[in-house]
């Protein structure tokens, strides 16, 4: 079942959504990391890229692999998302691999936090990848 169609204006060619969907989850770069979860931190979707940084799976709790400060710190930082600031960026340090992290909060209609998504890019030697002209 289709869901949304667009017609590609350089070939002419009609794009399914859901073949936009598979190219950003599981073909995007290697560096990017897209993923969805729980406040408790149970992971509802990720793609391949944060399956090997993680060796996690959809359901296990990503929050449960770090060490206790690191479990620490990242709870304290989901407390810290409001529906007016639902959106933060933070760098995960882990050796010499650096991520920067853009997550978003998605709230019920009381305003209590049901979901994270988030979306990584790995960064190489200090340096960011270009990020300009990119919705978030």
Known sequence: MTLFSVEDNTSGKIITLERVYETIMFRSSKHVLTSRFLPDGTLLFINSVVKDFLTCDIGDNFIEALTADEQKKVRRHLKGYTVDAPVKSHIQQTGNLKIRWINRAI?????KIVEF??????????????MS???I
Request: net charge negative.
């Open 107 to 111: 709230f019920d209609d009381e305003g």
């Open 117 to 130: 998504e988030g979306i990584g890019w790995i960064i190489k030697e200090d340096k960011e990848p270009a």
């Open 133 to 135: 002209g990119m919705i």
